[in-house]
């Protein structure tokens, strides 16, 4: 049975094995797993707290009030106004609880539509002095307001009377 | 030597060693490549993207939801199976008004317990009850939840010193600030024309407003009447009390406002509550329904209920006054901030 | 030599060759998973709960059958968030109900809702 007329089932199991392992091994060993970078967390981060700041400055006061902050802003457009809604705007973005100020920036368009020409259009609310291009990370978030009537600096082009826009603000990290 | 071929058939059904062995190492190196190969499918997980995620469904949870039971801010945490019917600890008021939270589930969230009887106290337990009701998940996280409004300088905090690397994000909201107010503005003597009168408060008139912000709730929150417009010296002569009108229809049920909480509180001046009778009334003397008072008389949705105060001097004209959205009304709703981070 | 056992040899050989060309087409095929933020960016919970909020604030104020204001929406809806917004508003009598239905659909989030309220 055992004899020294060379064992080749023995290695050559071995030798098969062997190359076996170390391809496997080699192959293993170079795969590279990504694990994807969750960039869009920041973008999260700004959208909702964006849409709070809007929500909330869209809730009125009080049961009477004819119409919320946001709306007042936005049909009685004046300097004062829209001073009132950029500094609102931006407590509600930059408060924290422990006192510490954020630097979020923005700027604001009102979208309608004409309903004569069917045709949809804007104009903005609002810049911040010094404006320059935003930065990548901007996230757009908007807003339903219903306007009585058209607002006191509004665009020619808008309907006169009751209508319904949408308030688009671009946020970003300064 | 004769040689064998293994595989060629034969009546021998042997095979011989050095096959088997070679044909051994072969199989177990073949199987352990297999396995080892199957690996290459399976996708890392990482726990430090988890956090962000962690972090905004709290928040979710907290701003959005109003917890499970609905009102779960009038649970007495202190009888075991009240304590265990907190499933979810929700500031929302209700789930069609998200990022409206309401004040006295901010004030039950914030009050807290670390030491061991937590669970005999009227406190949720930290950071247990939080674990279980609020992060969800496996994973042991900690947390760090503030909450400041914007007029006040100091936040309210549950959780401890966060590190630098952290799930984050952070939420704007307006909280419903509790109990609708009403003047009582009463009259001078030469106009008085009896020394009773009857604050009637219908509920189903006040119950019937769809919008939850806006809503009273006197079943479940405090309500303050202020007494203005004294010009002469009166005197509130006896306890007020009372009267529950019955569903049917019919005369009503009057008894007086029990002595221990939650009942009917006279604060003369607005200062500390008395029970001493006769009591002088000035301006600012508030007659202050405690939360829970309605609820303890056994009054529902429905009810309607008359107080009745009695006074020395006549100073009060024929007619009853209403408690109503037209003549009270409630505070502000005031914004805050929060914030929650995970790790 | 005894040659008997290539056949161990070669099986280990195609074995390693398999798994090379699987190491190969599987490194092609890079696992695309979508992140738990695109997934919360994807679905429109803030763009729901605003025109839900809107709506019902216009019923509030008696402006709900305004056919301008509708037309408004759907088309401001449809222009700036490419979404389609559908809304309907009747009543019944017999159970003294209001309903407003609202429909809203962006091509990944569909969302209906159909809106009671006593009067």
């Known amino acids: 049975m055992v004899d020294d007329s060379g064992q080749l089932y023995t290695i050559e199991g071995i030798s098969a094995g062997l190359l076996m392992i170390v391809t496997a091994y080699l192959v293993v060993s170079s795969t590279t797993v990504l694990t994807p970078q969750d960039v869009h967390i920041t973008d999260v981060q ?129 | 030597m004769k040689r064998k071929r293994s595989w060629l058939p034969d009546d021998e059904g042997q095979l011989s060693i050095d096959f088997i062995i070679g044909f051994t190492i072969f199989m177990i190196s073949f199987i352990f490549v297999t396995t080892m190969v199957s690996g290459l499918l399976i996708g890392l997980q990482s726990r430090t993207i988890d956090y962000d995620a962690v972090a905004y469904r709290t928040s979710v949870v907290l701003v959005e939801d109003p917890g499970e039971p609905r009102d779960w801010h009038l649970l007495d945490l202190t009888i075991p199976a009240d304590r265990d019917s907190l499933k979810r600890l929700g500031l929302s008021i209700s789930r069609l008004s998200p990022g409206l939270l309401q004040q006295q589930k901010v004030d039950a969230f914030f009050d807290w317990d670390s030491s061991a009887g937590c669970s005999g106290t009227d406190s949720l337990c930290y950071p247990d009850e939080y674990k279980e009701n609020l992060i969800f998940g496996d994973y042991p996280y900690s947390f760090n939840i503030a909450l400041r409004k914007l007029n006040e300088s100091t936040p309210l905090v549950v959780g401890g010193d966060y590190p630098p690397k952290h799930g984050y994000i952070r939420r704007m909201v307006k909280i419903k600030q509790p109990g609708a107010n009403m003047t009582l503005n009463i009259t001078n003597t030469l106009y008085g024309v009896r020394n009773t009168t009857e604050i009637s ?113 006549y100073v009060f004209e024929a007619f009853p006054y209403e408690f109503n959205y037209e003549y009270a009304s409630l505070a502000a709703p005031e914004p805050a901030v929060l914030e929650v981070r995970v790790w | 030599m005894n040659d008997d056992g290539q056949w161990i040899i070669l099986m280990g050989f195609v074995v390693s060759t398999i798994i090379f060309i699987l190491a190969l087409i599987v490194s092609q095929s890079a696992l695309v998973g979508q992140t738990t933020s695109e997934s919360v960016l994807e679905f429109s919970k803030t763009d729901i ?66 809106y009671e309220e006593y009067y």
């Open chain 3, 49 to 114: 709960q605003d025109l839900r909020a809107e709506v019902i604030y216009l019923k509030e104020k008696e402006l709900i059958s305004d056919d301008l204001l509708i037309y408004d929406l759907k088309n401001l809806s449809m222009g700036r968030k490419t979404a389609a917004v559908d809304l309907n508003s009747w009543s019944d009598e017999i159970s003294g109900t209001d309903f407003v239905f609202i429909h809203f659909n962006d091509g990944t989030t569909s969302y209906s809702e159909t």
């Open chain 2, 201 to 313: 408060m219908e509920f189903s008139d006040l119950y019937s407003l769809t919008n939850p912000l806006y809503r009273f709730d006197p079943l479940n929150e405090r309500t303050i009447i202020t007494i203005q417009n004294v010009t002469n010296v009166t005197h509130i002569i006896s306890t007020p009390k009372v009267c529950v009108y019955p569903p049917e229809g019919g005369a009503p049920t009057c008894l007086p406002v029990p002595g221990s909480s939650p009942t009917i509180l006279v604060k003369p001046g607005g200062g500390p509550p008395t029970t001493a009778w006769p009591v002088q009334i000035t301006n600012g003397t508030e007659l202050y329904i405690e939360e829970g008072f309605f609820n303890r008389i056994g009054l529902d949705e429905f009810s309607t209920i008359e107080i009745r105060l009695e006074t020395d001097e």
């Open chain 1, 46 to 174: 700004l959208e909702q707290l964006g849409n709070d700041a809007l929500a909330m400055m869209d809730t009125r006061d009080s049961y009477e009030d004819e119409r919320s902050p946001l709306q007042d802003y936005v049909l009685y457009d004046d300097s004062i106004n829209k001073s009132n809604f950029e500094q609102q705007f931006l407590l509600y973005c930059n408060s924290t609880p422990f006192g510490a100020m954020d630097d979020l920036r923005f700027n604001a368009t009102i979208h309608f539509y004409k309903r004569s020409t069917e045709e949809q259009s804007s104009y903005t609310y609002y810049e911040p002095p010094g404006y320059d291009y935003y930065r990548e990370n901007a996230v757009k978030v908007n807003r339903w307001i219903y306007l009585e009537e058209k607002p006191w600096n509004g665009h020619p082009n808008m309907n006169s009377g009751e209508q319904m826009v949408i308030m688009e603000v671009l946020l970003w990290r300064g």
